[in-house]
């Protein structure tokens, strides 16, 4: 049995674009109730917090810069099977590989710079959810 909720985040590039009006529209369109939402900027230290599974990895210090460069906009959100849903949603993690329509295609500038996030799993969805989010923001 797969939860409910999922954890998304609108990247930098995607924010600074102008894009999280029509992002979020496209989010609601596709059936995902929005359950909390904040916009926030990360220091380079939290981001690295937040993506700590990929500490190491060649991309890590480029992830990390990305997403400390600007503001991003947080958001819980609820569906049936949300987390497996939402990711096919968005789309492939590379945007030229991305299904049409998907959100990293219409958003995505490159594999680095995707646009938006989306929990890999429901114990991701449950930690991401709660490192930006308290209990009161959630109800
Ligand atoms: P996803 O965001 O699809 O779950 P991931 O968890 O493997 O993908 O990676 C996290 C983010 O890191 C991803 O959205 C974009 C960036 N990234 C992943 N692989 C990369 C690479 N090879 N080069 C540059 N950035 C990468
Ligand atoms: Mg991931």
Redesign the pocket.
Known sequence: MTGKITFTMIKPSAFAAGYTGNILAKIEEGGYTIKALKKISLSKEQAGHF?E??RG???YE??TNFMSSGPIVAAMLEKENAVESF?SFIG??DPAKAEEGTIRKLYGKS??E?AI??S?SDESAERESAFFFSFLETT
């Open positions: 993506y599974m990929h990895k060649p991309f480029e992830l990711r492939a993690t594999l680095g995707n996030h989306g890999d």
